[in-house]
């Protein structure tokens, strides 16, 4: 397919593929499939999880990853009840080791944390299921396919694709391409917002104190020293954040007690 060609459908695909989020209830650009981002993502996962073990940079140390595993599938267990078909998605969970402050979740429950953000940041199990919580919300929003579409649409996305195109006629390829670009392009403001809503609900529900949301941005704040890590590259400001964050906790508290008595 020639860049022109590809150029002329994703304009096409634009002004029909709005699609309205069932959890959020906001439209969204949706230029490919769930399925598709999916499997793309798939594709970029594993390619880049195979690259960090040949590195030797996949974390292995037994006690890290239950912990970062254990919390995750508290709260991918809560995650699974707002969106009940997520429970057919092959969930992974890596550490990587690498000093970066970062942590993603790809479409279809592709999970990776840097050391960096445990070395550095040094949360509580709390903290850490709110950023895990957080990730997870982008997953369960449809953030990846959202900004995958965002990214298709634009020249780099297309000039991406000739060059995949130069060494393979492979769609797939292309996608898994886009879906890696997703992951590197900053969320927007919206979706931020829209992550910290859904990720505090569920850590509160998978029995994680709501009150560490506001712990957690306030010491990104402080230890940062007016820095921002990469994964909070376009978040709102700390200050909009926290009292935001800080409103939610007293709503999200009854999930809390709830889980804690379980």
Not at 18 to 43: D, F, K
Not at 76 to 91: C, M
Not at 140 to 157: F, N, P, V, Y
């Amino acid at each position: 397919m020639k860049k022109a060609a590809f150029a002329g459908l994703l304009v096409t695909a634009v002004l029909t593929g709005c699609a309205t989020n069932p959890i959020t209830g906001r439209s969204q650009l949706m230029l490919v499939s769930e399925g598709e981002v999916m499997n793309a993502s798939e594709q970029a996962y594993v390619s880049q999880i195979a690259e960090q073990r040949k590195l030797g940079k996949l974390e292995s140390n037994a006690r890290i990853l239950s912990r970062v595993r254990g919390i995750a599938d508290r709260v991918i267990a809560q995650a699974v009840k707002i969106r009940p078909e997520t429970a057919r998605w092959n969930w992974q969970v890596n550490v990587i080791d690498e000093p970066e402050v970062n942590a993603y979740a790809m479409a279809g429950g592709k999970i990776a944390v840097y050391t960096g953000l445990l070395n550095q940041i040094n949360p509580t199990d709390d903290e850490l299921a709110q950023v895990l919580g957080h990730e997870i919300a982008h997953a369960l929003a449809g953030h990846s396919r959202e900004k995958m579409s965002i990214a298709m649409g634009t020249d780099l996305a297309i000039a991406a694709y000739g060059a995949t195109q130069a060494a393979s006629d492979n769609t797939q390829q292309a996608l898994a391409a886009a879906a890696l670009l997703a992951v590197r392009l900053p969320n927007s403001r919206l979706m931020e917002s829209e992550a910290d809503r859904i990720g505090i609900e569920i850590a509160a529900k998978a029995g994680y104190d709501p009150n560490a949301a506001v712990s957690l941005w306030t010491k990104m704040s402080r230890k940062q020293n007016g820095g921002v890590p990469q994964f909070l590259s376009t978040h709102p400001s700390d200050s909009a954040r926290i009292n935001a964050l800080s409103d939610l906790v007293p709503r999200m508290m009854p999930y809390y007690r709830a889980a804690r008595h379980q």
